[in-house]
């Protein structure tokens, strides 16, 4: 437990362990399970013309799944009662907005660092969310 306990910690998470280990830090950064908001971004296909390439392939379906893997990942009792979200959209837009809406004091995110050809490739969801937030932005890096 920290000295100055957030109110709203919003932590994205891709279930990578470093995503895992950055929702530990967001709970350890509240008082209660409550001021803390895991959520996880979904690529929208739908642009994408899916259905010609992967069949149909319906959003709701993907949302659920993903809930239940949330609820899965965050069944211990250190985490009954944190809040869960699973968006459809931009992964960098998708925090920022998320965190703004639920007015966040700060958004706890893993950076994966990658460097060179495979970030300019990938790009950095960690730097675009430090670019967009209008919050403090804990990066965690290995």
Known sequence: ????????????????????AAVSVGRSLVDSPQHLHVIHILIDIAPLEAGEVWGVIDPQ????????????????PQYHGVHTAVLLGDAAHGIANYAQEKHAELIVIPSHGRTGITRL?????AERVVRLAHCPVLVLRK
């Open 61 to 76: 379906a993907r949302i659920e799944q993903v809930e239940k893997l949330l609820r899965e990942k965050l069944s211990g």
């Open 121 to 125: 490739l990938i790009g950095s969801v």
């Open 1 to 20: 437990m920290t000295y100055f306990p957030k109110q709203c910690v919003v932590v994205p998470i891709d279930f990578s362990a470093e995503s895992l």
